[in-house]
């Protein structure tokens, strides 16, 4: 699966395979950093990241949340512009 955006360095992906598990989230890296965030808060689900960096996906996350739960109902791959 493509990015959905990449931003300061950071790139968020969904993967939209088949209805992936609940609850609805994204998958963001930076560097050695990977996390999942929720969709419905933009709040940590899983594993670590840089205290900026995790504002910056919390922010894009709630910019989104619309187009991101969309993507996670439909399964229909959508690119995203990042945060300026």
Known sequence: MPPISVFYGIIIMMYLRDKE?????IHAFYGDDAATFYISNGEIYEGSFPNRAKKMVKEFVLKYQKE???????????KLKGLE
């Open 21 to 25: 598990h609940n609850p609805p989230h």
């Open 68 to 78: 991101l739960s969309d993507m996670w109902e439909t399964g229909k791959y959508m």
